[in-house]
């Protein structure tokens, strides 16, 4: 039926439409893995980067997504170097002095 062939066309377009989402934002240009599980692994961890990305854009009140991309992985990676000082008994606070004076 006619319905049934729109429908199976929108869904497949919604499909495209998410794939270009990723090729653009996340230079996803190629699977690295053939198989069923790697493909998932992948796809899976690029949505949770999109919903994060997302997430960061909406709550920075950022328009486009290049620079709230990058924006979001650098404070991300200063996460991620906070908590690494912090588990391993340093003082976070000396990294941000260290990176305000390499700033200046």
Not at 9 to 22: G, L, T
Not at 54 to 65: L, M, N, R, W
Request: aromatic letters at 12%; hydrophobic letters at 45%.
């Amino acid at each position: 039926k006619a319905e049934d062939v729109t429908e199976v066309y929108r869904r497949r377009w919604d499909i495209e439409v998410f794939f270009k989402f990723i090729k653009q934002l996340f230079n996803f240009s190629h699977l690295v893995n053939r198989s069923e599980n790697g493909i998932k692994v992948v796809l899976y961890v690029t949505m949770i980067a999109a919903i994060l990305l997302s997430a960061y854009k909406k709550e920075t009140k950022q328009p486009g997504y290049k620079i709230p991309r990058l924006k979001f992985a650098a404070d991300l990676e200063a996460e991620i170097i906070k908590y690494l000082i912090i588990k391993c008994g340093g003082d976070p606070e000396k990294m941000n002095a260290i990176l305000l004076c390499n700033s200046s």
